[in-house]
């Protein structure tokens, strides 16, 4: 899967409430949180954000609360996905479940500026900052969590593994 | 080599997995394996449990695991702040209800999930628990691994009782010496922050240690447990002893099994540090790593001190601010919000006289519910306002208005400033 998009960029500990702050956290559609998100780190963000943008951000991104509307709300801006130098675990789950592509790469965090045309192929595992011209090696994702990406997430993951054992359970094999 | 307490339970519940190879029932397990494994109890909210509901409807399964082991509560926009709020708690309502859930928890009988949970007996050493909140965490404080995840993740522990996990590594904290007055699990755990810092432990468990764990009370073990998350931590976790056994008596819903760490795990990192160098803390905003001696706060003026929530909402953490309150007037330049954390602290505090000394000092007390935590209701700060709380995050915008801020402290000191009218130690108010 190849993306491509101009960048939103960020520092170091930018936590969920940020993303998306709790007093809109009595809805939970992506489209309604989207009007919202980064509405606490960056005002102007929800307004002017394109689809296919990127946001590439520092160190522990999406920490603070397990609130799965953050990564709902990037998804539903639009957001094609996320490169950040590390991030806060529930937030890493919770992308990965909803299937919002997020990548770690703190070189390319480091060399890249707000307003830059940022290429990603998430196949290859690479990002590349077409203002630079540099290519970056991303790390990989383990076989687990790939095969839960590949699925298009959690849900239709385990639904898929759920009818397989259905399947193996109706043919009186054990599990 | 030995185990930390966090793999040795993650082993007991091991359904399979791998680590190059596959991992099977039975097997031990190290830092980095990836595994899935059993739950025992799954836990959301009335924000969190709205996504968990619609992501399990997609998931083909017509009944949870076990009704028993899935609690819903009602807490955090409840007693509903609006109407999207109340429409939120009616959909977990109506779920918990179809479902037959006896641990769903709503207005009048819910409190502030990590109070509920553990006062109800329902969370017992061993268990693994996955929660839609990230303060899960806190049931570390009674030796079971309970970690915050995300509505989808809890989407799927509910349909199938099971989860997928990445063992973490463990940071051992070690505290040694007597505490200074006024001196208890919040600061601690603010003072532990301050020195890792808000990634310091991310991805990774903390086995909290040493005397000074040995002599704190189980209040005091919650709190700190409660704010591992805020270092970043997957758990936080205690051994079990005396005082863990005798708070689980007559309460624990279950038999349970204490797991112990081997004296010769492996941990990441071992810290120690000697409490009575411990003053007071505060965090100052933005982080809850900014946490600095109180002395070092006290030209901070504010509008508002809220003593209450998961992380010290306990009954202990009233009677130390009761005690502070008892025949002194909250400063008329300030608001002062105690919210108890369940209807069992609420109703021992009434029987204690506590809520009395609470209302004759001025002070507004609440029904329980995690309203002013996160800018939810019942004290939001407008622009500019400032506020000293007990509760765990400080984030901007985290208790209203984007240009407010939150200071975080202990029961004792957001007390001694309510009378105050800015950030004191408690020996200012004659104590």
């Keep these: ?175 | 080599m030995g185990h930390t307490l966090a793999e040795k339970i993650i082993a007991a519940h091991l359904v399979g997995g791998e680590k190059g190879v596959a991992l099977h029932s039975n097997d031990e397990v190290s830092p980095g394996d990836l595994v899935e494994a059993t739950v025992d109890v799954v836990l959301s909210n009335d924000i969190t449990a709205p996504i968990a509901i619609r992501e399990f409807e997609k998931l083909g399964v017509e009944r949870v695991f076990d009704p028993d082991r899935v609690v819903m509560v009602a807490d955090h926009f409840a007693p509903n702040k609006d109407i999207q709020s109340a429409e939120q708690c009616r959909l977990m309502r109506q779920f918990a209800r179809a479902q037959g859930l006896p641990n769903h928890f709503d207005v009048g009988s819910m409190g502030i999930e990590h109070v509920l949970l553990p006062e109800q007996g329902l969370v017992v050493p061993g268990d693994v628990v996955v929660g839609a909140d990230s303060h899960t965490c806190t049931y570390g404080a009674l030796g079971a691994f309970a970690t915050g995840m995300g509505s989808t993740d809890v989407a799927v522990a509910m349909a199938t009782g099971r989860v997928w996990m990445r063992v973490p590594e463990t940071i051992r904290v070690v505290y040694r010496g007597r505490l200074q007055p006024w001196v208890g699990g919040k600061d601690l755990i603010l003072y532990t922050i301050g020195q890792i810092g808000v990634s310091g432990a991310r991805y990774k468990g903390i086995e909290f240690a040493g005397p000074a764990i040995d002599r704190l009370s189980m209040a005091g073990r919650f709190t700190m447990a409660n704010m591992a998350i805020e270092a970043g931590a997957k758990a936080g976790l205690f051994a079990v002893d005396e005082t863990t056994r005798a708070y689980l008596d007559g309460r624990a819903s279950r038999p349970y099994q204490a797991y112990e760490a081997d004296s010769d795990a492996a941990y990441a990192q071992v810290v120690e540090i000697d409490v009575s160098q411990i003053e007071p803390q505060v965090a100052f905003p933005h982080l809850p790593e900014n946490a600095r001696p109180v002395s070092q706060a006290t030209g901070v003026r504010i509008d508002q001190a809220i003593i209450g929530s998961c992380t010290n909402g306990r009954l202990e953490d009233l009677r130390v601010a009761a005690g502070v309150l008892r025949g002194r007037r909250v400063c008329t330049d300030v608001r002062c919000i105690v919210i108890p954390g369940s209807q069992q602290v609420y109703l021992d505090a009434l029987r204690e006289g506590l809520v009395e000394t609470f209302i004759e000092a001025g002070v507004a007390v609440s029904t329980p519910t995690c309203g002013p935590c996160l800018g939810g209701h019942m004290g939001v700060l407008a622009a500019g306002e400032r506020a000293v709380s007990t509760t765990n995050r400080n984030f901007r915008g985290r208790m209203g208005h984007p240009e407010s801020e939150v200071y975080l402290a202990g029961p004792a000191v957001a007390a001694a400033s309510a009378v105050v009218g800015r950030i004191a130690r408690p020996e200012e108010v004659g104590l």
């Design chain 1, 1 to 175: 899967m190849k993306l491509m998009g101009t960048v939103w960029k960020y520092g170091d500990d930018v936590d969920t409430d940020g993303i998306i702050p709790a007093r809109y956290l009595n809805v939970s559609e992506p489209e309604d949180l989207a009007r919202h998100c980064m509405e606490d780190v960056d005002s102007g963000f929800a307004r002017a954000v394109q689809a296919g943008d990127v946001i590439v951000a520092g160190e522990n991104f999406g920490c603070g609360s397990s609130r799965e509307h953050a990564p709902l709300a990037i998804k539903g801006s639009g957001v094609a996905c996320v490169v950040a130098k590390s991030y806060a675990r529930i937030f890493y789950r919770n992308a990965i479940n909803i299937g919002l592509p997020i990548l770690e790469c703190p070189q390319a965090v480091e060399e890249t500026q707000k307003g830059d045309l940022l290429a990603a192929d998430l196949g290859a595992g690479t990002v590349t900052n077409l203002r630079t011209g540099r290519t970056y090696q991303v790390s990989p994702f383990p076989p687990f969590i790939m095969g839960i990406i590949q699925a298009g997430g959690l849900v239709d993951y385990t639904r898929e593994r759920l009818r397989a054992q259905a399947r193996a359970g109706a043919q009186g094999s054990t599990m």
